[in-house]
């Protein structure tokens, strides 16, 4: 698993692998010019001891001083082509997982949390640029300072070199006790984070029924408790921190008090000169930052592993419908032939077909009403037409052309569907009605809201068509969300229409004089109506009667309704609501 990780850092790293070499090398060059410099310091103690030659000094501080000023430099360009590629891991991460969340199917969205999702794309993509930036660049100023750092204090004496580094191992064996337990405490954190996202993202969707049930209280409670685990986590996880760190930086501050209780006897023994002396305590100095630091590194590490795992857990979900290897090719025109042979689909976790062979041809042109019961499989026969549903072969065809061997592109290009829930962005009211055809004029806006009977209430707001609708519509009543869907639908002018329950928030009346429209208007589509409203369903050229996942009836209103059988009962029951109201 470890070595899967570590593949996939080299994955996120290899498209900008010369700007990531050239930090690495720029910190290489930091830390050989840090190696030297305690030498030329060394040079000048051993000198002073001899004789004092100002010019000399002068000359050698000069130089320390414009050695340290290059490395400065240096490292400030290390650090900024470093981050800079951590942040652009963290872009190419961010439109990657955009990317591959736009290929699933929605059927994903609905067994995963908006909030959990949205949590693995921010603050999951945070914790790996952070990794591929600070963990990076103290990892390689680690090994380059141990790496250079090492052989020059081992060449100055061996012994003490080796007794100022033999605290050592116990950090790495502290580093080994605690990984395991800071990478639980942090899935944990990112877990109980994402459970917040999930709760606000939620609350503020649905803030209007709160408020309708008063539930502000128990909404305050159930957030009180999700931030209150949020906070418990956290705090377990700072203790363990608190409690490595120090730890760490107190072994690593050992090495340099051993130096010191050591080092004068050696020097008086003729062993080490004040010079190499001075030299030793710089170079473990050198080697105290970044030991200590390599708490933060782990920690850093630790939390980017949880986030590797949880991003490559979105990426790693292969999308059930897509594109097959060989397409074929849709007519062109598009006549909107639309039939099914033996359509049998059943969704997961379910024992009984939601669409149980069902057998239909409609013809171009045609306007068909589907009615039945609610479950009756209505919603799923209009989800299987656009390939929502990941359906089997030889079951659905448009024009003749099985539609599991097109491509997604070109069947949906083909098809206008206005679904159950009337979806509006948080944008104007022209640029809803235009979503799917962008350079779309505003005469042609007009002219498709008129149709679909919203033009007139649309001029009766303040700002018209540049109107701001609001989160999912909210600033629309029920009624003229579903109308605005409609005029999207008509603006794409495909030559398949398939409205689910698009006008269930309309008025009768209104329903079939907008049914009236598409008939008399668009004449070369195809119109698949679902509906529970009948009396628009009545003007259809023919209905489908749907029950239990089976089509029971098919004709026309008048042969339907002098027939016994669920048409009939369903129409008696709506002249039966009629004269209640």
């Given amino acids: 698993m470890k070595s899967s990780r570590l593949q996939k850092l080299i994955g996120y790293l290899r498209p900008h692998w010369k700007k990531a070499t050239l930090g690495i090398v720029a910190l290489f060059l930091v830390n050989a010019v840090g190696v030297y410099i305690p030498i030329l310091i060394r ?13 000399t000094v002068q000359r050698q501080v000069l130089l320390i001083f414009l050695l340290a000023s290059m490395m400065w430099v240096i490292r400030m360009i290390s650090r900024i082509v470093i981050f800079g590629v951590g942040r652009q891991v963290e872009f190419d991460l961010k439109q990657r997982i955009f990317n591959h969340l736009l290929t699933l199917e929605p059927s994903y969205f609905s067994e995963s949390t908006v909030g959990d999702l949205i949590n693995r794309s921010t603050s999951d993509v945070d914790s790996i640029r952070r990794l591929l930036g600070f963990a990076v660049l103290s990892l390689a100023n680690t090994i380059f300072a141990y790496g250079l750092t090492l052989p020059v204090m081992l060449a100055i004496n061996l012994r003490l070199t080796l007794l ?32 917040i996202s999930d709760l606000i993202q939620e609350d503020m969707s649905g803030i209007s029924l709160i408020k309708i049930y008063a539930q502000e209280e128990n909404e305050r409670k159930a957030f009180a408790g999700h931030n209150q685990e949020l906070f418990e986590a956290n705090l377990e996880l700072a203790k363990t921190r608190n409690l490595l760190f120090p730890i760490l930086g107190g072994i690593a ?38 030991t200590a630091l390599l708490g933060f590194t782990i920690t850093t590490y630790q939390r980017g592993e949880v986030s590797i795992d949880r991003i490559e857990a979105i990426l790693s979900v292969e999308p059930r419908i897509k594109d097959p290897l060989e397409p074929l090719p849709l007519p062109t025109p598009v006549k909107g032939w639309l039939s099914a042979f033996h359509l049998t689909y059943s969704y997961l976790r379910s024992t009984i077909p ?50 599991t061997q097109l491509t997604l592109s070109d069947l949906r290009r083909a098809i206008a569907y206005v679904p159950q829930e009337s979806f509006l962005f948080s944008t104007s009211i022209s640029n809803n009605i235009a979503y799917g055809n962008p350079l779309a004029e505003q005469s042609e806006i007009e002219k498709v809201a008129k149709m679909a009977k919203i033009h007139e209430e649309i001029l009766n707001f303040p700002k018209q068509y540049e109107t701001l609708v609001g989160e999912r519509g909210i600033q629309l009543s029920g009624g003229q969300r579903q109308r605005t869907a409609l005029a999207r639908a008509l603006l794409v002018d495909a030559p398949l229409l398939i409205l689910d329950d698009a006008l269930s928030s309309v008025d009768n009346q209104t329903a079939t004089e907008i049914l009236q429209n598409l008939k008399i ?53 709506h002249k039966l609501e009629e004269l209640l109201v």
Avoid: C
Avoid at 180 to 185: A, E, S, Y
Avoid at 268 to 281: K, P, T
Avoid at 387 to 403: N, P, S, T, Y
């Fill in 43 to 55: 040079n000048v103690v051993d000198e002073l001891q001899v004789a004092i030659e100002f010019d």
């Fill in 164 to 195: 100022s580094i033999s605290v050592y191992p116990l950090m790495l064996i502290l580093v080994q006790v605690f990984s395991g337990k800071l990478r639980d405490q942090q899935m944990t954190v990112q877990e109980k984070l994402s459970n």
């Fill in 354 to 403: 939601a669409l149980n062979d069902v057998n239909f041809m409609i013809k171009p042109g045609e306007t068909v009403a589907i009615v039945g019961p609610i479950g009756s499989g209505k919603t799923t026969l209009a989800n299987a037409i656009p390939r929502l549903l990941d359906i089997k072969m030889d079951q659905l065809f448009v024009d003749g052309q099985d539609i």
């Fill in 253 to 290: 501050s050992l090495s340099f008090l051993i130096l010191l209780g050591v080092g004068d006897e050696a020097i008086a023994n003729g062993e080490l000169s004040i010079g190499n002396f001075v030299a030793l305590i710089l170079y473990v100095e050198r080697l105290v930052f970044p």
């Fill in 521 to 573: 208007g668009v004449q070369r589509k195809t119109v698949v109506f679902i509906s529970h409203q009948m009396s628009a369903a009545a003007t259809a050229d023919r209905i489908f009667v749907m029950d239990q996942g089976h089509i029971i009836q098919t004709g026309t209103h008048a042969e339907l309704v002098a027939l016994k059988g669920l048409y009939q009962t369903l129409w008696n029951q």
